[in-house]
């Protein structure tokens, strides 16, 4: 394979990118299924690049797995018929500010995600990534026709923390709560 091979279907989204229920260093199951590596990345509708590859992908994944979303019928659905992984934050999620002005994607993986920091450094301290960290990910895009249910589906590769957030979830890091507090207890 030539080294300028692009993949349609890959995007690296932009570096104000917010990770939610974000789960990279443990698969967790939902809904009793197999455990997945996942995040949902928030990203801002005024990052039109980011979102026009994504929408790109999305046509370029429809078009690679047309056999699959065929399946068994003589026709293969139209795209906009079917569920694709680019949700919007305000139609979906509409009493929760994470998500306003912002597109949402759920991405996930069997296989756990590499995760380095701003430099390309491995993270190995878990505490240093969590939901409400900005940063890039890379994802791919691919179609799925299982059970009955037919779309585009969003595969997680790798992640890359750009900077710290707000921590999602109400739980605040413990490093933060005591970050404040007098260290002299004996005075």
């Not at 692009?6 to 104000?16: D, E, F, L, S």
């Not at 068994?72 to 979906?92: F, S, Y």
């Not at 306003?100 to 190995?124: C, E, H, K």
Request: charged fraction near 25%.
């Amino acid at each position: 394979m030539s080294n300028n091979y692009v993949n349609p279907t890959k995007v690296i989204t932009g570096k104000k990118t917010r990770w939610s229920y974000c789960n990279a260093w443990e698969p967790k199951s939902i809904n009793g299924g197999t455990p997945k590596y996942s995040v949902s990345l928030i990203i801002p509708k005024s990052d039109t690049v980011t979102v026009n590859k994504i929408m790109a992908a999305i046509k370029a994944a429809y078009e690679e797995g047309e056999s699959k979303l065929r399946g068994n019928g003589r026709t293969v659905p139209p795209l906009k018929t079917l569920k694709t992984p680019l949700r919007d934050g305000d139609l979906e999620r509409p009493d929760d500010e994470t998500y306003a002005n912002s597109y949402f994607i759920n991405a996930n993986s069997s296989t756990a995600p590499g995760i380095v920091d701003a430099d390309r450094q491995p993270i190995l301290d878990h505490s240093e990534v969590y939901s409400g960290v900005y940063g890039r990910a890379s994802i791919n895009f691919y179609a799925f026709n299982s059970n009955g249910n037919k779309g585009i589906a969003c595969g997680l590769n790798n992640l890359q923390k750009i900077c710290d957030g707000e921590p999602l979830g109400g739980k605040a890091r413990a490093e933060d709560d005591f970050a404040d507090e007098d260290d002299d207890f004996l005075s």
